[in-house]
């Protein structure tokens, strides 16, 4: 992959490792990632995770840290943060992943409803026909988020749900989650060695 620039967002729905996971891949496959974080997503990533980066008085330094990387390669931008470049068309990344993707970012997205970066940047993705991937993380679906969902595919945005198979017989945990980061990273073209493919 020759280096692009993704805006990565993680939500506040259950599997904040996916958006961490994706983070890593993308940052070694050679991309520049704009790094969007809900205020749910920061709670989750708090439970689920153990980090505490709500509070922090330099994120974008403690997150550079994280991923072990400099402000070249990543950047991170508050949810009210309009003036962000990703806000913009004529700046708009080379692809956009929302992993993990909550049913309420969904539905503003698939509404067109941008009440934070996040959303704009979404809605900037598909009004200049560039990707825009999500992983929904809910079950059970009712027909609202099954609408939704149709609404964004038939717009052209690609839903990976956060389904893991097994037919590569997963030995950990980590291995479910880089099967559905890898198939994440199939949809916008990113080479990866996360699953054995099938057939292999």
Known sequence: MTARHVALAITGASGAVYGLRLGEELLRAGARVSLL?????????????????????????????????????????????????????????????????????????ASGNSGNLLERSADVMLKEGRPLVLVPRETPLNAIHLEHMLKLARLGVKIVPAMPAFYQRPDTLDDLVDFVVGKVLDSIGVEHVLFKRWGS
């Open 37 to 109: 974080i809900s205020a749910a997503g920061f709670a989750v990533l708090k439970q689920e995770r153990g980090l505490d980066w709500s509070a922090s008085t330099d994120l974008a330094g403690e997150l550079q840290r994280y991923f072990s990387c400099d402000e070249t390669r990543l950047s991170y931008y508050a949810e009210d943060d309009f003036f962000a470049p990703i806000a913009s068309g004529s700046s708009a990344p080379d692809a956009m992943l929302v992993a993990p993707c909550s049913m309420g970012t969904l539905s503003r997205i």
